[in-house]
């Protein structure tokens, strides 16, 4: 059975609202999406369906936990903050519970530069989501004073064809709705 010309209301979470320690009873609020469905015939003969979608997701936001939430505090105030052990000093960026070298719970996060250098980068030219426009630069950033650390994040204000391994870059901060500042790069 094919339905012409319907009109389908569909729910369900999207990707963009599941965060590092979701659990199955928390899984954030529903989008409902329209979806209007036209019956076509591929070259081959074959039915085919296709869908506009009736939604514009907003650029995903983060879900600060208490284990990342020094991380974004610091970046709402446009300060680039890196979580470092108290007992042996050790930088680690992904946030952790426990520290990575000595397994210590002395954490807190230092202030950093925010300058660095590209370790390693890829040009984005189709992308994952709609809320992003191709073609974008994502890129490992090796933190000039967080020895140890490198960062996965975008590089922005540059023609991406000119982006290089080792490019000196400094820390900027986008607002991508509601007051939430994110931290990228930028060419130094």
């Known amino acids: 059975m094919v339905a012409v010309g319907c009109q389908q209301q569909r729910s369900r ?3 963009l609202h599941a965060h590092r320690g979701t659990g199955q009873g ?32 907003p650029r995903p936001h983060p879900y600060p936990d208490e284990v990342t939430a020094g991380f974004w505090e610091a970046a709402q105030q446009r300060t680039l903050a890196i979580q470092q052990c108290g007992d042996c000093g ?45 073609p974008y630069v994502i890129a490992l950033i090796d933190l000039d004073d967080a020895p140890g650390v490198r960062m996965y994040t975008n590089i922005v204000d540059v023609d991406p064809e000119a982006v290089r391994i080792d490019m000196p870059v400094r820390v900027t901060f986008e607002d991508i709705g509601d007051g939430t500042l994110i931290p990228q790069f930028m060419p130094a």
């Open 26 to 57: 928390d899984v954030g609020r529903a989008t409902f999406v329209a979806v209007e469905c036209q019956l076509g015939h591929r070259p081959e003969g074959r039915p085919s369906v296709t869908a506009d979608l009736d939604f514009n997701p």
């Open 13 to 15: 979470v999207p990707p």
């Open 90 to 134: 050790t930088f680690m960026h992904y946030p952790s519970a426990l520290c990575t070298n000595c397994q210590s719970e002395n954490l807190g996060f230092s202030e950093v530069s925010g300058r660095g250098t590209v370790y390693s980068f890829a040009i984005v030219r189709h992308s994952f989501h709609p809320a992003f426009t191709p």
